[in-house]
């Protein structure tokens, strides 16, 4: 009788035990759920939400405490807006399903070949004014410009790819001062264009080092960081390389004249002169706004330019 009545008791605690957890792991899933309507499905939703309110990034770090999401989701870092912006919840950016998900997205078939633009940071470290992010300590920069620009390209069906190295470890492992990173960009550019053949257009993002009454415009009732482009003339192919950058910037000209600054030609001793536009006719300078423009001004300026280069890739 005993074994009987201790078998009932194991049999009753081992039922109690699965009731709760099936109600906890309803709970977490239903939590789960709930959480991810929430959330920002895109870097521009991410970026609108943040800035009306400061509070937004909370329900990142509440989504990161739940158990279902450390289990079976990848956790992003709150402190580092730009793993937000590569790892929301809904989207990753450089995956080409992130896309077909969305019903926004327009010519998805596109995404499924291989990329046409490649888009990387020489300067990884150059940084925007933090205006409306300094509360929740981001400070925005050309790599989130980058991804933001990935991600509006997508939007149009047009496949991008972003760089992910870290150039400025990779500087500081090997001793090299800043003034090198041009050096370090072409070692990563170089293995990038050994995997990627049928890239119509390399574009190394960086930002100007201008006040902002010069590096600001109002279009359409809106601020925009205004665009320069560069090209190194200490070449011998460098007319190639200008002359994508000038049926770009003229197609920019014809809809937005004030928001090109115009393109520049470096040669000389007291520049480097090449930027890396040696290795291939495609690749392109292009400086968005300066230190003091905040990243919605960037944004606002991305969106113009997107489809511009949209324009371009499918003219080629």
């Known amino acids: 009788?005993?074994?009987?009545?201790?078998?009932?008791?194991r049999k009753f605690k081992f039922r109690i035990l699965v009731y709760a957890l099936v109600m906890f792991l309803g709970y977490q899933l239903s939590y789960n759920i709930?959480?991810?309507?929430?959330?920002?499905?895109?870097?521009?939703?991410?970026?609108?939400?943040?800035?009306?309110?400061?509070?937004?990034?909370?329900?990142?770090?509440?989504?990161?405490?739940?158990?279902?999401?450390?289990?079976?989701?990848?956790i992003i870092d709150v402190n580092k807006p730009l793993s937000i912006l590569?790892?929301?919840?809904?989207?990753?950016?450089?995956?080409?399903?992130?896309?077909?998900?969305n019903p926004k997205t327009k010519a998805v078939a596109n995404l499924q070949a291989p990329p046409s633009v490649y888009i990387y940071n020489s300067?990884?470290?150059e940084?925007?004014?933090?205006?409306?992010?300094?509360?929740y300590n981001i400070k925005p920069g050309v790599m989130m410009a980058s991804y933001i620009l990935q991600d509006k390209l997508a939007g149009i069906g047009i496949k991008a790819l972003v760089m992910e190295d870290n150039l400025v470890d990779y500087l500081n492992l090997n001793n090299m001062a800043h003034n090198k990173s041009y050096i370090a960009s072409r070692k990563f550019l170089q293995e990038a264009l050994k995997k990627q053949k049928d890239l119509k257009l390399i574009?190394?993002?960086?930002?100007?080092?201008?006040?902002?009454e010069k590096s600001t415009v109002i279009i359409n009732n809106k601020s925009c960081a205004k665009i320069s482009f560069v090209i190194g003339?200490?070449?011998?192919?460098?007319?190639?390389?200008?002359?994508?950058?000038?049926?770009?910037?003229?197609?920019l000209k014809e809809k937005y004249p004030t928001l090109t600054r115009g393109v520049i030609v470096k040669v000389?001793?007291?520049?480097?002169?090449?930027?890396?536009?040696?290795?291939?006719?495609?690749?392109?300078?292009?400086?968005?706004?300066?230190?003091?423009?905040s990243i919605d001004e960037v944004l606002n300026t991305i969106e113009l330019l997107t489809p511009i280069i949209g324009e371009y890739i499918n003219e080629t």
Not at 1 to 9: D, Q
Not at 47 to 69: G, M, P, Q, R, W
Not at 127 to 135: I, T, V
């Open 34 to 74: 709930i959480m991810n309507i929430k959330l920002a499905n895109t870097n521009e939703d991410f970026l609108k939400a943040i800035t009306v309110d400061s509070n937004y990034h909370l329900l990142y770090e509440k989504k990161a405490s739940n158990l279902f999401t450390k289990l079976f989701s990848k």
């Open 203 to 212: 574009i190394d993002l960086h930002r100007d080092a201008l006040p902002k």
């Open 86 to 101: 590569e790892n929301t919840f809904h989207f990753k950016a450089n995956e080409e399903t992130a896309y077909v998900k």
């Open 233 to 251: 003339g200490d070449h011998d192919n460098y007319q190639e390389n200008l002359n994508v950058t000038n049926k770009i910037n003229n197609k």
């Open 123 to 125: 300067h990884q470290s």
């Open 1 to 9: 009788m005993k074994k009987v009545k201790l078998k009932k008791k």
């Open 127 to 135: 940084a925007y004014s933090g205006e409306g992010l300094k509360e």
């Open 268 to 293: 000389g001793n007291d520049t480097n002169g090449i930027f890396n536009q040696d290795l291939n006719p495609k690749i392109i300078l292009i400086e968005i706004g300066g230190q003091d423009n």
